[in-house]
């Protein structure tokens, strides 16, 4: 299995304003993934990281609003840019095993924009 | 596009009861199936998954088979407990990519 780690657990920040959020994994691996999902909705896959590579953004998500960083095969950041109350939500790091499609989440990081 | 659909947002139930969750899907080729359970607080955990037709996972009690005829993947539990309560996901899965498709998830409350 693969632990994920995420800083912060929550974090309250005016419009406007920018926030990080860093995801670590207990192992390395090749992708990983940000997933957002609205209180009381389903998960939304925003985009898919690998190493030394630019992130891939799903229909929706933009790299200028959510830059993400995967500067080495265990550690991931996303950026919320110019953050709106839409973006109030808990934003996921998820990767998976090699061996087979299990993915892997961490535990979260809840964001409220004021 | 693929897609994952569950037709009950919220289902009730008394411990010991018998549990069924619908999933059906929407997916060329053949997709891996999931089960992802999530409780208050916490990311989605792993229950199980499938990957070929007539295959069953099955994990805690609770299972479900690959059904390609009908396109579903239902969820079912003989005897749900109280612990069980918890909101639960379908997925599909594109091993290529990676990445999973979420259904829009089940909030299941069992009353002791």
């Known amino acids: 299995s693969v632990l994920l780690y995420q800083k912060p657990n929550r974090d309250i920040c005016q419009s406007g304003t920018s926030l990080k959020i860093q995801c670590v994994a207990d192992?390395?691996?090749?992708?990983m993934f940000w997933y957002q999902q609205f209180q009381e909705q389903s998960l939304m896959l925003m985009a898919t990281?690998?190493?030394?590579?630019?992130?891939?953004?799903e229909s929706g998500f933009t790299k200028d609003k959510f830059p993400i960083s995967r500067p080495n095969l265990t550690f991931s950041t996303l950026t919320v840019n110019n953050a709106r109350p839409g973006d109030s939500s808990i934003y996921f790091c998820?990767?998976?095993?090699?061996?087979?499609?299990?993915?892997?989440f961490g535990h979260g990081t809840k964001l409220s924009v004021l | 596009g693929d897609s994952v659909t569950q037709t009950e947002g919220q289902v009730a139930l008394s411990e010991e009861d018998f549990l069924t969750i619908h999933c059906n899907y929407s997916?060329?080729?053949?997709?891996?199936l999931f089960w992802y359970v999530q409780y208050p607080g916490e990311g989605p955990q792993f229950l199980f998954r499938?990957?070929?037709?007539?295959e069953k996972g099955s994990s805690r009690g609770f299972e479900a088979t690959y059904d390609k005829g009908t396109t579903s993947f239902h969820l079912r539990k003989a005897s749900v407990q109280e612990s069980d309560s918890a909101v639960y996901y379908c997925?599909?899965?594109?091993?290529?990519?990676?990445?999973?498709?979420f259904g829009q998830g089940t909030k299941l409350s069992i009353k002791p």
């Open positions: 998820s990767s998976r095993e090699i061996s087979n499609e299990r993915l892997f």
């Open positions: 192992s390395q691996v090749v992708s």
């Open positions: 990281a690998n190493e030394g590579s630019e992130a891939t953004y």
């Open positions: 997916a060329s080729g053949y997709p891996a």
């Open positions: 499938a990957s070929r037709d007539k």
């Open positions: 997925a599909l899965g594109n091993y290529n990519q990676g990445k999973l498709i």
